[in-house]
């Protein structure tokens, strides 16, 4: 079965963003574009690299046209292995990019650890992982 258009679109949009972030893009890559990565039966859907001597960054991307739990679970992302370099600060994002309307069918514990994007006519809403998204309570405030 091809890839859907939506699909597609959602890829290229996300490709565009990364790139326009530093990242080097690649589109379903079969093995680890680095030396510091491994990974066994996972092929993100877009993979970005960026980096400098001093720190490492990796973006592993999932498109997901009609996302479930169950559907992301199966992708075993987990597999991922990572070497850092000596002197070297590393960060990896995760990132779940879905049509608008259909985030309602993720169990909401995915924004732990996965960056959301709603796509909608090439463009996205943005909402970082959920222990990194600010918060309304000012830090000097206490709870009754």
């Known amino acids: 079965m091809g890839e859907s258009v939506l699909h597609r679109r959602m890829k ?23 030396r510091f990565l491994s990974w066994a039966s996972y092929r ?41 370099r000596l002197n070297s600060e590393m960060d990896i994002r995760r990132i779940l990019v879905v049509p608008r309307g259909t985030l309602a069918s993720v169990d909401s514990s995915v924004r732990l650890s996965w960056e959301t994007w709603i796509y909608e006519g090439g463009a996205f809403q943005r ?18």
Do not use: H, M
């Open 127 to 144: 909402f970082p992982k959920a222990c990194d998204a600010p918060t309304s309570a000012r830090p000097d405030e206490t709870r009754p």
């Open 44 to 84: 993100p859907d877009v993979f970005g690299i960026r980096g400098s001597a001093a720190r490492q960054e990796f973006a592993f991307v999932e498109c997901e046209t009609r996302p479930s739990g169950r559907r992301l679970a199966s992708k075993n992302f987990r597999s991922v292995e990572v070497q850092t």
């Open 12 to 34: 290229e949009s996300v490709w565009r963003a990364l790139v326009g972030e530093g990242y080097s893009v690649f589109f379903e890559p079969p093995y680890a574009p680095s």
